[in-house]
Each structure stands twice: as structure tokens, then as C-alpha cells.
């Protein structure tokens, strides 16, 4: 499983989200995470159908690559952390 995070330095609660995921890959360092810029990388964004007004944006990928889950927003580290738990088999 792998995440892929989405934001932009002018999006308020991607600055909200930083520590939150900061703390998620501190407790779980085998977790693989990609981080794209919305304004610098067009081509993943329009490769995972995320707009601007949908930041910050969390997208679980299985092992093959397929998009599992999607989370938009300002979620906790617990539900990150469910959210994880729930996918890291796949």
C-alpha cells in the first residue's frame, strides 16, 4: 500500500495536515507515501483527478497501484491511522 498526498503552500489545511501525517510516519516509518505539489504537478494531478478545490487530497493505492480509498480534508491521525490499518494488506 502506498499513499500519495496532495497539497499546495497556498492551502491552509495542507499546513494543518503536515504534522498530522508527520506524526502517522513517525509511528509507522514503513509506510510509503509520495507527496505532489497541485500547482507543480499537472500531470499527476490530472493522473489522479484532483482539483483545487478538493485539498488537501490522500489517495491509497493497493500494491498494483489501483486507488483504494480517498480522503479529502483535514482528517485526524486516527482516522488516518484507521484508514491504514484497514488497507495495509492490500
Known amino acids: 500500500m502506498k499513499v500519495i498526498k496532495i497539497g499546495a503552500e497556498w492551502c491552509s489545511g495542507c499546513l494543518v495536515m503536515r504534522p498530522r501525517w508527520q506524526k502517522v510516519e513517525d509511528e509507522m516509518p ?40 480517498r480522503v479529502t480534508g483535514e482528517p485526524s491521525v486516527k482516522k488516518l491511522m484507521e484508514i491504514i490499518q484497514r488497507n495495509k494488506d492490500k
Not at 44 to 52: A, L, S
Open 30 to 69: 514503513e509506510l510509503k507515501t509520495e507527496y505532489y505539489d497541485y500547482d507543480n504537478d499537472k500531470k499527476k494531478m490530472e493522473q489522479y483527478g484532483v482539483d483545487g478545490g478538493r485539498l488537501p487530497c490522500f489517495i491509497w493505492l493497493d500494491k498494483d497501484g489501483q486507488e483504494i480509498e
